[in-house]
């Protein structure tokens, strides 16, 4: 009975099982692996998909830029040296009229106006503790004319540093130096260039800081602020300026356009942003801001989110953007509809107010291009715009100023805003008119371009023509 229980035959069965069940845990570990091998490999595909997906969006946009031959560069030029000597000599021009013996500046926007410190090559001057300042005063012709006199003022172990600078200047430049235990404000009013004036006026600009301001009035000096024809010198462009701010405004707005090509839904914000950076890049024009708002986003004007949101259908894209180019700023925006929302609009978009706010927004563009003529106020022209948004019933809805000067600075005086009446438009001036309606929690819309105040008539685009419709940016 017992062996009955335990027959021999029944050993092989057990082994066999023995040796299948190790094989099963051999066969699981291998479909596990393998499994594991298939997803990482799926995951890298998708990855890889998601990378092309972007790689072919910056593809487009770049190839649909460079179709167009950047032909918008060829009236930028970068400064020479007769530009700058211009410039100076124009404002000692401005110094004699206004009554003001010299202009001072230190390492800045305006330093580079009249000094070209935009070179890349240069080891930054930084702002510090001890003043370096350029001052141009007015030098008198035999023949009556007036050019200008530039000194710097600079520590005496920088010197040699100020000259390696190779700013534009036709012959080795003047400097007055001090030593570190000197008062370098005494040191300057002591300097022979003043002659016989006990308190010489000087006038400094909004970039000098307080405290040399204040040593400079303790000083011996009389120091006051920007104004007058001094401040007109930067506001009035030069051909040469018009020529690069052309192109540099032209070369942004049309980057846009070569963009909005190439949107596709659920892509981001940010998405955005890094493409249309990149593709300003391959025409050499550098980015230094990029506003980019989908939807209600945009109700916001300057952004403030993170750059997550994703482009659905209905919504309106709002972009604002600025590059530079030697030296020089671009400030452009544009409000409109990306590729795959055909015209006309499928109705359950339910978006007719959107499309009667974009048209309400670029008549009102276009008023304040008719009001921006010679002798008229910066506050006309504001107004001007202000009152077709008003009686579209959105007055409130414009928040902020019409526009601003702009040139090395995207943003410079004057300022078109309704309370501006001191300031008088000349020609050669340089606005952007960039009227808006915010809808918090819904919508915005604006439009910039930038205008050149012309002789006679309304002023001139040099942006690259204003938008036509929301699918004509």
Known sequence: MKEALLPYTLAKPLKFQKLGSRRKT????????TFLIWLWNYTKSFSNILLS????????????????????????????????????NNLAKALVVDGVDAFVVEPGYTFSYYANITQRDWEAWEEQERPFLMVIRPSKLLDGTFIANTSFLVPHFEEMRARLLNMPFEEEISTIT???????YTT????????EKLSPILMVDEEMRDFIARGLGSNGFTVVGLSGEIEAVRQIKT??????????????????????????????????VEVLDNTLRTAGLEPFFNIVEFGKQAALPHGGNDGTATLEPGDFVLIDVGAHLYGYSSD?????????????????LNITEKL??????????????KAMVPNSTAAAVDLAARAVIEAGGYGK????????????????????????????????????????????????????????????????NISGGFARSPWEP
């Open 53 to 88: 997906k972007k790689a072919r969006f910056q593809k487009c946009s770049i190839d649909n830029y460079l179709s167009t031959g950047l032909k918008f560069l060829e009236t930028a030029e970068r400064p020479p040296l007769e530009e700058y000597v211009l410039r100076r």
């Open 397 to 460: 809805w414009f928040t902020h100023r019409l526009g601003h000067g702009i040139g090395i600075k995207a943003h410079e005086s004057p300022y078109l805003n309704r309370g501006n009446f001191g300031a008088i438009l000349r020609p050669g001036m340089v606005f952007t008119s960039e009227p808006g309606v915010y809808i918090l929690n819904e919508f915005g819309v604006r439009h910039e371009d930038i205008l050149v105040v012309k002789e006679d008539g309304e002023a001139e």
């Open 239 to 272: 051909e040469r300026e018009l020529g690069t701010l052309r192109a540099l405004n032209t070369g942004t707005v049309e980057a846009i356009r070569a963009m909005r090509k190439c949107l596709y839904q659920r892509v981001t914000e940010n998405e955005v």
């Open 332 to 348: 452009v925006c544009r409000t409109f509809y990306p590729p795959f929302v055909s015209e006309p609009l499928p109705p359950e």
């Open 356 to 369: 009667s706010v974009w048209h309400l927004v670029l008549d009102a563009q276009a008023a304040s291009v």
């Open 178 to 184: 001090y030593e570190e235990h000197w008062d370098p």
């Open 188 to 195: 300057l009013w002591e300097s022979p260039i003043w002659e």
């Open 26 to 33: 051999q066969f699981g570990i291998l479909v596990t692996f």
